[in-house]
């Protein structure tokens, strides 16, 4: 039986106010070609708007060109101190803003930008539908949308391993057992391109389409769950 311990944005912040002290030793290097195939899967045009959701530090941010235009969001302030600190200390003429905003409840007009990234969010946050249904809101018509997460194991022991984690999702500040197909299902996401990456090939980077077209008929009277 799995026990489903509720993540709340609460709980995420105070999480992330205690990772972020030694995020970028544990989790940077080991996840840079990560951030580097879904960066580069963007394919960012000179003019390009970008929006970065769960920016976290900043670890990403020296991967876009100067001849675009980057906005990262989070929830954390203690992450995204780190982030200002870095826009401080390094030359980054790319990063036109770091706002301190939900994802799921983004106060961004509808198609603001050209693209939207988020590299390892979606099973972080309480409501990854409701995370993708904002993403593809606040994208043009036919943008693209990356999602760079890991989704539940095929191996049947790793599953097991994952299930038993998931009780601790509060402390560790991310769901475990992320089931791909369900997260693709429910959120409609449409994708043209999934490549695995990191360790193992243990997480994944999925390339999407943003077809307004198709969003607006999937979430027309659905509950976001
Ligand atoms: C695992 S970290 C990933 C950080 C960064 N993307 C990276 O590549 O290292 C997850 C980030 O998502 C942020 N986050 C969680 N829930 C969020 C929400 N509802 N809105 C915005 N950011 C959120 C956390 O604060 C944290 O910085």
Same mark, same amino acid.
């Given at each position: 039986?799995?026990?489903?311990?509720?993540?709340?944005?609460?709980? $995420?912040?105070?999480?992330?106010?205690?990772?972020? /002290?030694? @995020?970028?030793?544990?989790? !940077?290097?080991? *996840?840079?070609? !990560?951030?580097?195939?879904?960066?580069?899967?963007?394919?960012?045009?000179?003019?390009?708007?970008?929006?970065?959701?769960?920016?976290?530090?900043?670890?990403?941010?020296?991967?876009?060109?100067?001849?675009?235009?980057?906005?990262?969001?989070?929830?954390?302030?203690?992450?995204?101190? @780190?982030?200002?600190? &870095?826009?401080?200390?390094?030359?980054? +003429?790319?990063?036109?803003?770091?706002?301190?905003?939900?994802?799921?409840?983004?106060?961004?007009?509808?198609?603001?930008?050209?693209? #939207?990234?988020?590299? @390892?969010?979606?099973?972080?946050?309480?409501?990854?539908?409701?995370?993708?249904?904002?993403?593809?809101?606040?994208?043009?018509?036919? !943008?693209?949308?990356?999602?760079?997460?890991?989704?539940?194991?095929?191996?049947?022991? #790793?599953?097991?391993?994952? !299930?038993?984690?998931?009780?601790?999702?509060?402390?560790?500040?991310?769901?475990?057992?992320? +089931? $791909?197909?369900?997260?693709?299902? &429910?959120?409609? *996401?449409?994708?043209?391109?999934?490549?695995?990456?990191?360790?193992?090939? @243990?997480?994944?980077?999925?390339?999407?389409?943003?077809? /307004?077209?198709?969003?607006?008929?999937?979430?027309?009277?659905?509950?976001?769950?």
């Amino acid at each position: 039986m799995q026990v489903h311990v509720p993540v709340t944005t609460e709980s $995420l912040k105070k999480a992330y106010r205690r990772i972020s /002290k030694f @995020y970028d030793l544990v989790f !940077g290097k080991i *996840f840079h070609p !990560g951030r580097e195939t879904a960066v580069q899967h963007l394919h960012c045009r000179p003019g390009d708007r970008i929006l970065e959701v769960g920016v976290g530090t900043g670890l990403s941010l020296e991967m876009y060109p100067s001849s675009v235009s980057v906005v990262g969001i989070d929830i954390s302030n203690d992450m995204l101190s @780190y982030a200002r600190r &870095r826009i401080k200390e390094e030359t980054l +003429p790319q990063v036109e803003a770091l706002i301190q905003m939900d994802a799921q409840n983004m106060s961004f007009p509808d198609n603001s930008f050209d693209k #939207v990234i988020a590299m @390892y969010v979606a099973s972080v946050v309480p409501d990854p539908t409701q995370l993708v249904r904002e993403m593809k809101r606040v994208c043009k018509p036919e !943008g693209t949308l990356i999602v760079l997460n890991h989704f539940q194991n095929e191996h049947r022991l #790793v599953r097991r391993f994952e !299930g038993l984690l998931q009780p601790f999702s509060k402390y560790i500040g991310f769901h475990p057992d992320f +089931p $791909l197909d369900q997260f693709l299902q &429910r959120s409609a *996401f449409q994708v043209i391109t999934k490549v695995p990456v990191n360790l193992l090939d @243990y997480w994944t980077v999925l390339v999407g389409f943003n077809d /307004k077209k198709i969003s607006a008929k999937h979430f027309t009277g659905q509950k976001s769950s």
